[in-house]
């Protein structure tokens, strides 16, 4: 059963149960989507509204920019327990005899890159999420910078519980080139989202 299958209380419950999946990449993708919903709402709040004429086109741009983002994180949240199976499917496959080892070895190897792929595309997801986040809270409604400050935090609280995923299956990949590759690509994120963060949470801070 998938998370929009469940209820709120179901899907905290298969969280707490003692499973791998879902864990902690699902939930990173969870929160990533809960911040760009939060973010949409802050931009809403401000659409068709006395004193908001200037930014309408501002607010249009980033209800169209978030809304697959937000999609694109709520599948996430399903492909990030699919791709922690596939390690587990492959860990259990026999290893008795040399050939059986070499196809555990090689179906490992494969799933650890994919089980790296899905959270690093959650971290970039959620870099989006915190541009959209700084969007909604400079463009959307002033009396909502506190709900954008909180979408400030989750997107960010996203972004690095995703990476800590990618950082534990990229340490069991061989491939150097593809290690070498999605260590850059998650470095160069993280310092996105940092930036990107402070900028925007400086913007919520100054209305306090």
């Known amino acids: 059963m998938g998370v ?15 499973t791998p ?21 802050v931009a809403g709040l401000a659409r068709g509204k006395t004193g908001y004429e200037d930014v309408q086109g501002d607010l249009e741009r980033i209800e ?5 983002i937000q999609a694109r994180l ?16 492959a860990m259990r496959m026999p290893k008795a005899t040399d050939p059986e080892k070499a196809a555990r070895v090689e179906a490992m190897q494969a799933a650890y890159r994919e ?3 899905v959270p690093l595309e959650t971290v970039e997801r959620c870099v989006e999420a915190l541009e959209i986040a700084q969007a909604a809270v400079e463009k959307g409604n002033r009396g909502a910078s506190t709900d954008a400050g909180v979408a400030i935090l989750l997107a960010e609280a996203a972004n690095r519980g995703a990476s800590l995923n990618c950082r534990v299956n990229l340490a069991s990949i061989r491939d150097e080139a593809f290690r070498s590759a999605a260590e850059v690509k998650l470095e160069t ?16 801070e100054g209305r306090l």
């Open 115 to 117: 089980a790296t792929k």
């Open 74 to 89: 709520e599948a996430l949240i399903e492909e990030d327990s699919a791709a922690y199976e596939l390690v587990l499917r």
């Open 189 to 204: 994120l993280l310092e996105r989202a940092v930036e990107t963060s402070r900028r925007a949470m400086a913007v919520v």
């Open 4 to 18: 929009k299958d469940q209820t709120v209380e179901e899907y905290l419950a298969s969280v707490a149960a003692a």
């Open 64 to 68: 169209a920019r978030a809304a697959p």
């Open 21 to 41: 999946t879902p864990g902690g990449g699902s939930v990173s993708a969870l929160a990533g989507a809960l911040s760009v919903a939060l973010s949409r709402m």
